[in-house]
């Protein structure tokens, strides 16, 4: 068990760039989870997959900010035109299936900063 | 937008003290409680998942308590160590979702 995985550590971009990131569950977990939190905050919820499906959005996740997780496995997460606002730590987690409430593990999260 | 307040937001205690927190959260359709401990540079580490009113759960030194029906869980770290430092995060599972609302956390700084 190697954990969740997180790539890259830290993102520094200009505004108006588009970013990628990318998150390796538990190699057996189905669901995988993105959040981002800001300073003084506690993770905020952006999407949930289980597999490959997209089950959960958040409805106050801008249409810049688009996820994906092929074949069930890795997951990316985009942001589009990336503005100042978007600045925050970006985690990934990951939970098995069997009894439903599993912890969920955390990746180290990917750091954006915004120009 | 769910409410769920962590009180105090930060605490300074003296090694060998032993602390509690408390975490709220909205009681009507609960389905668990997790508790996370964050050490800086680090990832958020699971300590426990509470799903039944009068739950009561033990890690080592760390404790915690859930009650449903009034919305609340509290955290106990007894003989408070250096290494506890940390933000320490609850977050309900409300409905039938699996996302995690998590409150702001309580920064715990445990002087030697």
């Known amino acids: 068990d190697t954990g969740v995985s997180q790539n890259p550590r830290h993102k520094i971009t200009k505004r108006g760039q588009n970013v990628t990131f990318r998150c390796d569950p538990i190699s ?11 300073l003084g905050q506690g993770p905020e919820f952006l999407t949930y997959f289980q597999n490959e499906a997209q089950l959960e959005k958040s409805r106050l996740l801008s249409d810049r900010f688009s996820a994906e997780r092929p ?23 990951s939970s098995g299936t069997g009894y439903s409430n599993q912890p969920q593990h955390f990746g180290d999260g990917t750091r954006l900063s915004i120009l | 937008i769910l409410n769920v307040e962590q009180s105090p937001q930060s605490l300074h205690v003296q090694e060998g003290d ?11 359709n609960f389905y668990a ?4 401990r964050w050490e800086t540079a680090k990832s958020p580490e699971a300590l426990f998942v509470m799903t039944l009113n009068g739950d009561e759960k033990k ?4 404790s915690a308590t859930l009650n449903t029906k009034e ?25 039938s979702s699996y996302k995690l609302i998590f409150g ?9």
């Not at chain 1, 069930?72 to 990934?92: H, K, N, V, W």
Request: charged share 20%; proline share 5%; glycine share 6%.
């Open chain 1, 28 to 38: 057996e977990h189905n669901r995988l989870y993105w959040y981002r939190q800001t």
């Open chain 2, 33 to 36: 409680l997790h508790w996370y």
């Open chain 2, 18 to 28: 032993s602390t509690n927190f408390t975490c709220s959260f909205p009681s009507s």
């Open chain 1, 71 to 93: 074949k069930g496995s890795f997951s990316t997460l985009e942001i589009q035109r990336t503005e100042q606002g978007d600045s925050a730590m970006y985690l990934c987690a």
């Open chain 2, 104 to 112: 702001s956390g309580t920064r715990l700084l445990v002087r030697p």
């Open chain 2, 59 to 62: 890690k080592g030194r760390i």
């Open chain 2, 71 to 95: 919305g609340y869980s509290y955290l106990y770290i007894k003989g408070s160590q250096p290494e506890d430092s940390a933000t320490y995060l609850c977050a309900p599972r409300m409905d």
